[in-house]
C-alpha cells in the first residue's frame, strides 16, 4: 500500500481512515460531500458539504421580475415544485396586502398536497432503493409519475411547473380534474399499501431504521429542524396547523408525531402524512368553490387577453406589467408555509420596484444538513444512506 | 411672494406662479400631458385639473396661478375622478398600438392610465381611424390615432424655433396635426417634438423600431457633436449607444439639443476597433505592448524635435492632460499639434460653429499657442521631413478623404506612429502601433463647452475589446516605461485639472 | 384550531417479526403477484413504448414554441419585445423592422429562440399581446446534435404556427383611415 | 402576543433597540449589535417568550445607505407560537457580529452562509468556513456590487485538503488525555 | 484412456459451455431485468432487436439480445485500472473469482449414472442389472462431493478480497473486507446447516444423496432434503447467498454505501467476467439446493422404468429410459431455475441488511440454529 493514500494498520485505536463520500456517489443525491472520517465503518466524525449545485438563485433573483421569479422556484425543492410556487406567492401577496379568491386558496391546498405527496413518495421510494428494495422504489416513482401527471395536465409541465401567479394562479383546474383525481386516488392508495406492506414490518428494514440517525427533540429545536423531521422527534409543529394558510383551517387532518427522531419515525410520519395529504385533496374537491382564480388587482393581475388584445385600456395593463414588473411596495416580509421538508420561508425585501431587492429562501433541509453530523456520527456507514435519504435533503433547495 | 397650502404642505412661491410648478417645488407631480415649463400652457388637455378650495369647479394648475391663501388638493378624489373620466376620454380613440409604438415604455398615456384609471373603457362604438405613418417631416413619423393633440410640437416650433411649420387640421375627433401646405417639420431642432410628444404619435425615424425604451438603461452624459456640449440621456443596450435624448441643463441647453448632435451617437458605434496591435502583433497584453513601445522609442534614439504629439480637441480634458503629461516627460516630444473637425454651421440658439467639443480644454492643458499648429501644419511638417516618430491621440481630422489618405502615406514614412484610436481605418492600418482607447461613452471625462461649463460624464457601458480610458493609456505606456508616473487615477487628475483652475 | 395529532406507533418486536420469515413472505407475496400479474396479462406494466406509442400530451402542455401568422399568412409578430422582455431565460431574439404595409407598420425581421437556452416556463405565451407565440405545438423540445440547430428561427418557427383566430385590435378593422 | 415581546425587549434593553415596527404582522426589533447576544440568550429563556427555535438568519446589502449591512434573524416559540424578527445594521467598514452559535446551533450554518454570500464576520463562531462557494471564492456574491455576470479566476488543483485525520487525532488525543486526568 | 478424457473434456464443455455459463449469463438479462420489470410493473429490455426469421422482422426476443449487445459492447470498453492499482493483480482477480465459480460445478449431478443394461426398481432404487454404470452426468462423482464444494468456495474468497486490495481505492477496500469477512462467516454455517442432511443420507457424494432422495416416507412423501431438513433448508438458503453476495446480503457491493465494492474499480469484459463469475456461482447455488434439498435430478415417483406410485417393484406407467433421463435433466434444471428465481424475487422484495447485521445473523442466529438443528437431526437419526 502507498504510504500516504491511505494507510490501514492494524490495532492501533487511533487509526482512522478519511472516505470522501461524494460529491459523486450513487447515494449522496443532489452532490453532497461528506468527508467521513472513519474508525473501521464506525464514523467518528462527519463533515458535510454542499454547494455543488449552488445556481445563484437569490442573486439570480434580484435581476429577476417578481414573475419571472416563479419558473426559478420551481428549481428549489424539485419534487414538490407547486409547494414553492405557493409559498414564493404566498410570500408577496402578503407584502402586497393582497387576499387570494377562495378558489384560489382551494386550488393551490390542492395542488400542493398533490406536490407534497410526490414529494414523500419520493423520499419514500428513494429510502427503499438506496437500501437496495428496488421494486419499492419503483411503485413509489410509479405513484409519482401518476401525480406528476395531474401536474401536467393543470399546468403544461411535470416538474418545472411555474403553476402560481401573484395575486392567483396561472390557470384554473381543467374540467376533467376531478375525474382524473378520482382515478389516481384508488391507485395511490394501493401503491402507499404496497409500500407499507412491503418495508413497515420487515425486520430486515426495520434493523435498518429503528435506532440509526435518531435526533432527540432538544436538538432538533436547536438546530433548526422542521416538518417531518421535527415531527419524527416528538413536536408537533406544523405550519399548516399551527399558522394555517391557505385552505387549510377548513379542512380536517391529522398530524403523524413520531417519538425517538429516528429513520423509521421519520419514514412513517412521511408515510402517514401522505395518507392525510389523500384526505386533504378528497376534502378540498368536494368543497372547491367557483369563482374566479385570480383577485380583481389590475396592477397586480394580467388582464385577459381578449381585453389585451381588443382595448387600449386592456393593453396598457398588460404592457406595464410586463415591461416594469408588478410594483411591489418597498418593505419586507417574512412569510413562512409547509413545504415537503418543513417551513419554507421566503424573506423578501422590496424597494417599491419590479424586482426583489432581497429574496431570501429559508431552505427547510439547509439546517437539517447543519444537524446531520449529529445524527450519523457514532453509527456506521451504511446508516448514514437511511439517515442521509430520510432528512430528504434536496439538492436544488439546500444549494439554491 | 403669495404664499398656498398643497396637499397640506405650505409653499411659497413667486407671483404669477402657476400650480403646477409650486407643486413641483414640493415634490408633488401633477399630472399633464399639454403642459411644457418650456413652453405656454394652453391647459387642453385637463389633466392636471386639481381642486381649489372656494373655486366651483376643478381649475388646471398648469395655468392658474397661484394666489396667497390659495388651498390646493391633488390627489382628492374629485380630482382622481376628474383624471379617470379625462383618461377614458383620451383612450376612446387611442388605437391598441402599445406593441407596435416606441413610445411604449415611457408614455404618459401608460403611466397615468395605470396609477389613476386601470379600469376597462365603457366604451362599445367603434374607434375613429386616422393617418398612420406619416411622414411630417425627414427625421420624424407622425400617427394620427395615437395623437392626443396636446399641442406640444405646435407650441415648440412656434415658441423656441420660431418656425412654425405645424399645425390642427380639422375639428373634433378628426383633428390631427399637419404642416402647413407645402412645408415640412424640417428645421435643425425637428426631432425635439418627439421628445416632448407625450404619446407615441410623434417618433424619430432613426430610433423607429431599433429597441424597446425599458430594455435600455438610461446613463447621463453629454452630446460631443460640437463645442455646445449638450447634456443628455445617452440610453444604450447591450454596450451600444442607441439614442441621446436632451437633458434639461439651464446652463446649456435647456430641454433641446440639435438633430445634428443627436445623431452623432452613431459616431460611438460605427468602425469601431478594440484591438491592441503593436507591429504584426495583435495578441499583446497592454504591460507588453508598453514595454515594447518603449523600448522601441528608446532604441531609435531620438532628439526631442524628431518626435511630434498630436493632441485632440476631441478627447476628454482628464485624457489631455494626461497625454500633456506623457508627452512631456516621458515620450519628450519637442513639437505639439492639435487636430480636430472641421469648422461647421452654427447658428444663435445651440448649434456651434466649432465642432469640437473641448477645445477649451486642449487649450487649458496646452496652451493657448498649439492651436496654431493644426493639422495641415502636421501634414507640411510630416512632408518636410524632420519628423521620426509621431503619437496621434484619437481625433477626427478637419478635412476630406484624400487629405487622410495622405497623412496616412506620410505617416506610413515615419520610423513610429503611435495611435491611440476606438476606430479602424486607414490611419490606424498606419500606424506602427494601434492603440485601442474608450469612446466617451464608456470612460469618465472632463468636457469643457464653449462658454466654459464643464461637464463630467461616468462610463455608461464597457469599452470594447482590450480598450481602456485615454488616460489609462498613457498610465500603462508609463508604466512600460518604467518612469514614475503621477496620475494614475481619475481622481489624482482631477486633483490636478481643479487645482490649476484654482490656481488661475 | 386545535393540533390533532396522531403518536406513530412502534411495531413490537414479536417473533413474527423477529423470524424475518413471515414478513419477508409477505414481501414475496407482493412482488410475486406483479410478477405473475405482468408475466401474464401486462396488466400493470406502465411503461410507454416511447418511440412507437406516444403518449397524448394534455392540452396545457408547453412544447415547442410556435408562430402564428394572419390570414394572408403573414407572421402575426410584431416585435413588441415582451416575450423576450418575459422571458427569465433570455433566449428569444428579435430585430424590429418596418414593414411596407401601413397597418401592419412592425414586423421582426429576424425572430430567434434558443430552444436548449429556454426553460420552457410559458411566460413568453402569457406575455404575447398578439396570440403570436404559443407553445400548444404538442411536440417537445428534441435533443439537438449540434448547437447551431437548436436556434428556431423565423421560418422554423412559422411551420409549426397555425393562423390565429384571435380577434384583435378592437373594431380598428372596420373603420378606414383616411391617408 | 409578540407585540408585548417587544415591548419587554425594549424596556430591558432600551439602549440597544434603536427602532421596532409590526409591518404586516412581523415583529421586527432593530438591534444594535453589541447587545445582540444577550437580548438573544434573554428571548431564549425568559418565560412567555421562549423562542427556542432560530429559523432563519440572512443579511441584507443597503448599498449606498448608512450603514450598509443588517443581518437579520428570524426567531420562533414553538411553545408560545410566535415570531419576530431581529435586524443587526452594520457599518461597511466594519462588518462584525457576535455569533449565535452558544445560543441556538442553528446558526451554525446560517452564520456561515451569510459569510460565504456577504462577507460579514461572526465573532467566536467555531467553523466560519465557506459553504455554498468553494473556499478559493474571490468575493461575496450577494453583496450588491457584486456584478451577476463577473466570473471567477481559474484555480488551481488543490494538492492537500484539510487533513481530517490530522483533526481526528488531535481530537482523539485531546479526549484520552482528559480521561487520563479523570482517571487520576 | 483416451475416450475417457476425452468424455470429462466434453463433459465439461457440457456442463460449463451448455449449462452454467449460458443460464448464469442469461440469468443476468432474465433475472435482473426482465424479472425485475415484470415486478416492477415496467417492460424491461427490449430495445435490442434481432432479426432471426426473416419476414418477421427484428424481435426484442424477452430482451436476450441485449445480453449479446453488452457482451460485445464490454469488450470494446475502455479497460481503466486506477493510478497506484497493483496490476498484475487487477488483471488476474476477474479469473480468480470466475475459477471457483466454474469449478464447483464438477460434482453436480445432472442425472444418476447411466445404466447400460437394465434397470429394475428396488426400494425406490434404480437398480442397474447386467450391465456397467456409466457416469455420463457428472463430471466427477466423487464420494467427498460436498466436501469439494466447500473447499472451492473456501477459494472464491480471495476473488472478491484481492480485487478490493489491487485497486487502490477505498471503497474497493472495503468491499473487499467486507466480502471476506462475510464469506469466511457464512461457511460455517453453510457447512454446519448441510451437516443434518449428511447425518440422514449418511453420504458426502451428492448423487448418492439425490438417489436417496427417491425414497418414499410412508410411501407418498418424497424423502427431498426440504422435507427432513426444513430449517437447514431456509439457512442453507441464506447461507448461499451471504455466500455468492446477493441481495439481500450484498454488502460487499452495496452500490448505495460503497458505489460498487470491490468491483468499483473493475471496467471491460474484466467487469463482465467478475460479474459473470458471480452469477454463475449464483447459478450454482440453485444447483446445489436443488441438489440438496430439492431431491437433485429426481422427479417424484419416477424412477428408472416409469412411475411407481408407492414401493412397487413393477412401474405403473413405464417409460423408456431416455424419456426418464430427459425428464430428470428437465426436472433438474426446472428446480435450479426455481431457486434462481426465488434469489430474484428476494433480491427484488428486500431490503439490504447492514454490514454488522449481517454478522450477527450468520454468528448470533444462523451458527446457533444450525447447530441445534445438527444435534437433534443426531438425535433422530441414532433413535431411528
Redesign the interface.
Known amino acids: 500500500?502507498?504510504d500516504g493514500?491511505?494507510q490501514?494498520e492494524a490495532g492501533s485505536?487511533?487509526d482512522?481512515?478519511?472516505?470522501n463520500m461524494g460529491p459523486s456517489?450513487?447515494?449522496m443525491h443532489g452532490t453532497v460531500r461528506m468527508?467521513l472520517?472513519l474508525d473501521g465503518?464506525t464514523v467518528?466524525?462527519c463533515?458535510p458539504e454542499?454547494?455543488y449545485l449552488?445556481r445563484?438563485f437569490?442573486?439570480?433573483c434580484?435581476?429577476?421580475?417578481w414573475?419571472?421569479v416563479?419558473?426559478?422556484t420551481?428549481r428549489l425543492n424539485y419534487v414538490s415544485p407547486m409547494l414553492n410556487n405557493f409559498g414564493y406567492a404566498h410570500a408577496v401577496e402578503?407584502?402586497l396586502?393582497i387576499e387570494i379568491t377562495d378558489r384560489a386558496k382551494y386550488i393551490r391546498t390542492i395542488m400542493g398536497e398533490v406536490s407534497r405527496l410526490s414529494d414523500h413518495l419520493t423520499s419514500i421510494g428513494a429510502g427503499?432503493?438506496?437500501?437496495?428494495?428496488?421494486?419499492a422504489f419503483?411503485?413509489a416513482i410509479?405513484g409519482r409519475?401518476l401525480l406528476w401527471d395531474l401536474h401536467?395536465?393543470?399546468?403544461?409541465?411535470r416538474l418545472?411547473v411555474?403553476y402560481a401567479r401573484i395575486g392567483g394562479l396561472?390557470?384554473d383546474l381543467?374540467e376533467e380534474f376531478e375525474e382524473r383525481w378520482n382515478a389516481v386516488e384508488p391507485r395511490i392508495y394501493e401503491i402507499l399499501g404496497?409500500l407499507d406492506?412491503?418495508?413497515?414490518?420487515?425486520?430486515?428494514?426495520?434493523?435498518?431504521m429503528?435506532g440509526t440517525g435518531a435526533i432527540s427533540a432538544e436538538?432538533a429545536?436547536?438546530?433548526?429542524f422542521t416538518g417531518p423531521c421535527l415531527r419524527?422527534a416528538g413536536?408537533?409543529?406544523?405550519v399548516r396547523?399551527?399558522?394555517?394558510y391557505f385552505a387549510y383551517?377548513r379542512v380536517?387532518?391529522?398530524?403523524?408525531?413520531?417519538?425517538?427522531g429516528d429513520n423509521?419515525?421519520r419514514y412513517?410520519?412521511r408515510l402517514?402524512e401522505a395518507y392525510q395529504s389523500m384526505r386533504i385533496i378528497r376534502q378540498c374537491l368536494n368543497d372547491l368553490p367557483d369563482g374566479p382564480v385570480n383577485v380583481d388587482v389590475?396592477?397586480v393581475v394580467?388582464p385577459e387577453?381578449?381585453?389585451?388584445?381588443?382595448?387600449?385600456?386592456?393593453?396598457?395593463?398588460?404592457?406595464?406589467i410586463?415591461?416594469?414588473g408588478i410594483q411591489v411596495p418597498a418593505?419586507?416580509?417574512?412569510s413562512?408555509t409547509e413545504a415537503g421538508n418543513g417551513?419554507l420561508?421566503f424573506?423578501i425585501?422590496s424597494n417599491g420596484t419590479g424586482n426583489p431587492?432581497?429574496l431570501?429562501v429559508?431552505p427547510p433541509c439547509?439546517?437539517m444538513?447543519?444537524?446531520i453530523d449529529r445524527m450519523v456520527e457514532g453509527g456506521?456507514?451504511?446508516?448514514?444512506?437511511p439517515t442521509f435519504d430520510t432528512i430528504n435533503m434536496i439538492g436544488g433547495e439546500i444549494?439554491? | 411672494m403669495p404664499t398656498a397650502t398643497i396637499n397640506g404642505k405650505e409653499v411659497t412661491v413667486p407671483r404669477g406662479t402657476a400650480i403646477i410648478r409650486a407643486a413641483a417645488m414640493l415634490g408633488i407631480n401633477v399630472p399633464h400631458f399639454c403642459y411644457h415649463p418650456a413652453l405656454s400652457a394652453p391647459a387642453n388637455c385637463r389633466m392636471c385639473l386639481v381642486e381649489v378650495e372656494k373655486a366651483r369647479k376643478l381649475e388646471p394648475a398648469c395655468y392658474l396661478k397661484v394666489t396667497d391663501g390659495m388651498v390646493v388638493h391633488t390627489e382628492s378624489e374629485k380630482v382622481v375622478a376628474a383624471r379617470q373620466a379625462v383618461l377614458e376620454f383620451i383612450?376612446i380613440n387611442?388605437?391598441?398600438?402599445?406593441?407596435i409604438c416606441d413610445q411604449?415604455?415611457e408614455c404618459k398615456?401608460?403611466d397615468y392610465?395605470?396609477a389613476y384609471?386601470?379600469?376597462?373603457?365603457r366604451l362599445t362604438t367603434g374607434k375613429v381611424g386616422k393617418v398612420k405613418v406619416y411622414p411630417i417631416g425627414p427625421e420624424v413619423v407622425y400617427d394620427g390615432e395615437r395623437c392626443i393633440l396636446c399641442t406640444r410640437c405646435v407650441r415648440f416650433c412656434d415658441q423656441i424655433t420660431g418656425t412654425s411649420e405645424l399645425t390642427v387640421v380639422d375639428r373634433g375627433d378628426r383633428s390631427e396635426i399637419r404642416t402647413f401646405p407645402g412645408r415640412e417639420l424640417d428645421n435643425p431642432y425637428s426631432m425635439n417634438v418627439t421628445d416632448i410628444c407625450p404619446v407615441g404619435a410623434l417618433t424619430t425615424r432613426d430610433f423607429r423600431f431599433k429597441c424597446?425604451v425599458?430594455l435600455m438603461t438610461s446613463t447621463d452624459s453629454i452630446c460631443t457633436g460640437c463645442a455646445r456640449g449638450c447634456s443628455v440621456h445617452l440610453d444604450h443596450y447591450l454596450g451600444e449607444t442607441q439614442r441621446y435624448r436632451p437633458r434639461f441643463n439651464p446652463e446649456v441647453n435647456e430641454y433641446w439639443m440639435c438633430d445634428e448632435g443627436r445623431l452623432s451617437y452613431k459616431r460611438l458605434n460605427a468602425n469601431r476597433s478594440g484591438a491592441l496591435r503593436v507591429g504584426e502583433r495583435d495578441d499583446l497584453s497592454w504591460p507588453r505592448a508598453a514595454r515594447m513601445i518603449a523600448g522601441a522609442l528608446a532604441d531609435a534614439q531620438l532628439q526631442p524635435d524628431q518626435i511630434a504629439f498630436v493632441a485632440s480637441a476631441d478627447a476628454s480634458t482628464e485624457a489631455l492632460v494626461a497625454g500633456h503629461e506623457y508627452a512631456l516627460n516621458i515620450l519628450r516630444a519637442g513639437r505639439f499639434y492639435w487636430t480636430g473637425r472641421a469648422d461647421g454651421e452654427g447658428d444663435a440658439f445651440l448649434r456651434c460653429a466649432d465642432r469640437n467639443p473641448n477645445r477649451a480644454g486642449l487649450v487649458h492643458s496646452f496652451g493657448e499657442q498649439i492651436l496654431e499648429r493644426g493639422a495641415d501644419r502636421l501634414l507640411k511638417d510630416l512632408k518636410s521631413g524632420g519628423i521620426r516618430a509621431l503619437f496621434m491621440m484619437s481625433s477626427a481630422l478637419p478635412f476630406g478623404r484624400e487629405a487622410v489618405e495622405e497623412l496616412a502615406a506620410e505617416a506610413r514614412k515615419l520610423d513610429i506612429f503611435i495611435l491611440a484610436t476606438s476606430h479602424a481605418g486607414s490611419l490606424s492600418s498606419a500606424a506602427t502601433v494601434s492603440l485601442p482607447v474608450a469612446k466617451h461613452s464608456e470612460q469618465t471625462g472632463t468636457w469643457v463647452n464653449i462658454d466654459g461649463v464643464a461637464q463630467t460624464v461616468d462610463a455608461a457601458y464597457a469599452p470594447p475589446g482590450v480598450a481602456i480610458a485615454d488616460w489609462d493609456v498613457y498610465r500603462r505606456l508609463a508604466a512600460g516605461a518604467d518612469a514614475e508616473w503621477p496620475l494614475d487615477s481619475v481622481d489624482a487628475i482631477h486633483a490636478r485639472i481643479f487645482s490649476d483652475e484654482a490656481a488661475e | 384550531?386545535a393540533?390533532?395529532?396522531?403518536?406513530?406507533p412502534?411495531?413490537d418486536?414479536s417473533l413474527w417479526?423477529?423470524?424475518?420469515v413471515p414478513?419477508?413472505m409477505?414481501?414475496l407475496s407482493?412482488?410475486s403477484k406483479?410478477f405473475f400479474k405482468n408475466l401474464f396479462t401486462k396488466k400493470d406494466v406502465?411503461t410507454i413504448q416511447y418511440p412507437e406509442v406516444k403518449r397524448d400530451?394534455?392540452?396545457?402542455?408547453?412544447g415547442l414554441h410556435r408562430l402564428m401568422y394572419r390570414d394572408d399568412g403573414q407572421v402575426r409578430c410584431v416585435a413588441c419585445m415582451?416575450c423576450s422582455?418575459?422571458c427569465?431565460?433570455n433566449c428569444i431574439h428579435i430585430e424590429a423592422a418596418e414593414h411596407d404595409d401601413t397597418s401592419i407598420e412592425k414586423y421582426p425581421a429576424v425572430f430567434v429562440i434558443d430552444e436548449l437556452r429556454c426553460?420552457?416556463?410559458?411566460?413568453c405565451v402569457?406575455?404575447c399581446?398578439?396570440?403570436a407565440i404559443r407553445?400548444d405545438s404538442g411536440i417537445h423540445t428534441h435533443p439537438f446534435y449540434e448547437r447551431d440547430t437548436a436556434f428556431f428561427d423565423k421560418p422554423a418557427l412559422l411551420e409549426l404556427g397555425g393562423p390565429s383566430v384571435?380577434?384583435?385590435?378592437?373594431d380598428m378593422k372596420g373603420v378606414q383611415g383616411h391617408h | 402576543m409578540s407585540k408585548k415581546v417587544v415591548t419587554a425587549v425594549k424596556k430591558k434593553f432600551k439602549a440597544a433597540v434603536l427602532d421596532t415596527h409590526s409591518?404586516?404582522g412581523?415583529e421586527?426589533i432593530i438591534l444594535d449589535r453589541s447587545a445582540l447576544h444577550e437580548v438573544c440568550e434573554f428571548l431564549k429563556h425568559q418565560p412567555k417568550m421562549e423562542f427556542?427555535?432560530?429559523?432563519?438568519v440572512?443579511a441584507?446589502?443597503y448599498l449606498n445607505r448608512e450603514p450598509r449591512f443588517e443581518v437579520?434573524y428570524?426567531l420562533y416559540s414553538?411553545t408560545q407560537?410566535h415570531?419576530l424578527?431581529l435586524r443587526v445594521p452594520l457599518e461597511e467598514s466594519d462588518p462584525v457580529v457576535p455569533t449565535l452559535t452558544d445560543v441556538?446551533?442553528?446558526a451554525?450554518?446560517?452564520e456561515r452562509?451569510v459569510w460565504d454570500?456577504y462577507g460579514i464576520r461572526f465573532e467566536g463562531h467555531p467553523d466560519l468556513r465557506?459553504?455554498?462557494?468553494?473556499a478559493e471564492f474571490e468575493g461575496h456574491?450577494?453583496r450588491?456590487d457584486?456584478p451577476?455576470q463577473r466570473s471567477q479566476p481559474r484555480m488551481d488543483l488543490r494538492r492537500k485538503?484539510?487533513d481530517?485525520?490530522e483533526?481526528?487525532?488531535t481530537?482523539?488525543r485531546d479526549r484520552a488525555a482528559d480521561s487520563d486526568r479523570s482517571a487520576t | 484412456m483416451l475416450t475417457d478424457i476425452l468424455l470429462i473434456l466434453l463433459k465439461i464443455v457440457a456442463v460449463v459451455l451448455l449449462f452454467a455459463m449460458p443460464i448464469g449469463s442469461l440469468m443476468t438479462l432474465l433475472g435482473d431485468r426482465k424479472q425485475?420489470s415484470m415486478?416492477?410493473?415496467?417492460v424491461g429490455p427490449n430495445r435490442a432487436r434481432l432479426s432471426i426469421i426473416p419476414g418477421l422482422g427484428r424481435l426484442p426476443l424477452v430482451g436476450i439480445p441485449h445480453f449479446l449487445a453488452d457482451g460485445l459492447k464490454m469488450i470494446f470498453k475502455e479497460d481503466a485500472i486506477p493510478d497506484?492499482a497493483d496490476r498484475t493483480w487487477h488483471n488476474i482477480v476477474p479469473a480468480m473469482a470466475l475459477f471457483p465459480a466454474i469449478v464447483m460445478w464438477a460434482v453436480i449431478p445432472f442425472h444418476d449414472h447411466y445404466c447400460t443394461g437394465e434397470i429394475v426398481v428396488q426400494n425406490y432404487r434404480d437398480i442397474c442389472v447386467e450391465g456397467q454404470t456409466r457416469n455420463f452426468f457428472s463430471i466427477a462423482n466423487l464420494d467427498a462431493g460436498l466436501l469439494y464444494v466447500f473447499a472451492i468456495s473456501g477459494v472464491s474468497v480471495y476473488g472478491a478480497a484481492i480485487a478490493g486490495w489491487a485497486s487502490?481505492a477505498?471503497?474497493s477496500?472495503?468491499g473487499g473486507l467486507r466480502s471476506s469477512a462475510q464469506m469466511i462467516s457464512y461457511e460455517v454455517s453453510m457447512a454446519l446447516s448441510v451437516a443434518g442432511a449428511i447425518l440422514i443420507y449418511g453420504t458426502l457424494n451428492l448423487n448418492e444423496m439425490v438417489v436417496q432422495q427417491g425414497h418414499l416416507i410412508g410411501g407418498w412423501l418424497p424423502m427431498w432434503g426440504i422435507v427432513v431438513q426444513p430449517l437447514a433448508f431456509f439457512i442453507f438458503l441464506g447461507a448461499m447467498m451471504a455466500e455468492t453476495k446477493r441481495?439481500?446480503f450484498?454488502m460487499p457491493e452495496?452500490?448505495?454505501?460503497?458505489?460498487a465494492g470491490y468491483f468499483t474499480e473493475f471496467s471491460s469484459m474484466k467487469f463482465a467476467v467478475i460479474q459473470l463469475s458471480e452469477y454463475v456461482a449464483t447459478v450454482f447455488v440453485g444447483a446445489l439446493i436443488a441438489t440438496i434439498f430439492l431431491g437433485g435430478w429426481q422427479v417424484p415417483y419416477l424412477y428408472g422404468d416409469g412411475f411407481h406410485f408407492g414401493n412397487t417393484p413393477t412401474a405403473a406407467l413405464e417409460l423408456p429410459y431416455w424419456a426418464v433421463i430427459a425428464l430428470r435433466i428437465g426436472a433438474f434444471s426446472f428446480k435450479t431455475i426455481f431457486i434462481l428465481w426465488l434469489q430474484f424475487m428476494l433480491r427484488?422484495?428486500?431490503?439490504?441488511?447492514?454490514?454488522?447485521?449481517v454478522m450477527n445473523l450468520g454468528w448470533k442466529i444462523f451458527l446457533p440454529l444450525s447447530l441445534a438443528n445438527l444435534v437433534i437431526t443426531a438425535f433422530v437419526v441414532a433413535i431411528l
Open positions: 500500500m502507498k493514500l491511505f490501514v485505536q487511533e482512522v481512515m478519511v472516505l456517489h450513487p447515494a468527508v472520517t465503518e467518528v466524525k463533515d454542499i454547494g449552488h445563484g437569490e442573486k439570480q434580484e435581476s429577476a421580475t414573475t419571472q416563479f419558473p426559478y420551481d402578503k407584502l396586502e427503499a432503493l438506496e437500501l437496495a428494495a428496488m421494486s419503483l411503485y410509479e409519475d401536467e395536465e393543470i399546468s403544461g409541465a418545472t411555474s396561472k390557470a381543467t404496497r406492506r412491503l418495508m413497515t414490518k420487515n425486520r430486515v428494514f426495520l434493523d435498518r429503528q436538538d429545536i436547536d438546530f433548526g419524527s413536536v408537533a409543529y406544523d396547523k399551527d399558522h394555517p383551517d380536517d387532518f391529522d398530524v403523524p408525531v413520531g417519538s425517538t423509521y419515525d412513517m410520519v402517514l389590475p396592477s394580467l387577453k381578449d381585453t389585451v388584445y381588443n382595448t387600449i385600456e386592456g393593453m396598457i395593463n398588460h404592457f406595464k410586463i415591461f416594469e418593505g419586507e416580509v417574512y413562512y417551513e420561508g424573506y425585501v431587492w432581497k431570501r429559508r439547509f439546517y444538513m447543519g444537524g456506521m456507514i451504511a446508516d448514514i444512506i444549494d439554491r | 383612450l387611442h388605437p391598441v398600438d402599445c406593441p411604449a415604455g398615456l401608460q392610465y395605470m384609471d386601470a379600469k376597462p373603457s424597446r425599458w | 384550531m393540533v390533532t395529532v396522531t403518536k406513530i412502534r411495531p418486536r417479526v423477529q423470524s424475518y414478513e419477508v409477505r414481501g407482493i412482488t406483479q406502465v400530451y394534455p392540452e396545457r402542455y408547453r415582451c422582455t418575459a427569465p431565460a426553460i420552457v416556463c410559458g411566460m402569457e406575455a399581446p398578439c396570440d407553445m384571435a380577434h384583435q385590435g378592437g | 409591518r404586516l412581523d421586527t427556542n427555535m432560530l429559523m432563519d440572512t441584507v446589502d437579520v428570524h414553538l407560537k415570531r424578527r441556538w446551533r442553528a451554525n450554518w446560517g452562509e454570500m465557506r459553504i455554498l462557494l468553494y456574491p450577494l450588491k457584486y451577476i485538503e484539510r481530517s485525520v483533526e481526528y487525532r481530537m482523539h | 425485475s415486478i416492477q410493473n415496467r497506484g487502490n477505498k471503497y477496500l472495503i441481495a439481500p450484498d452495496g452500490e448505495s454505501e460503497i458505489v427484488w422484495t428486500l431490503p439490504r441488511f447492514r454490514y454488522d447485521q
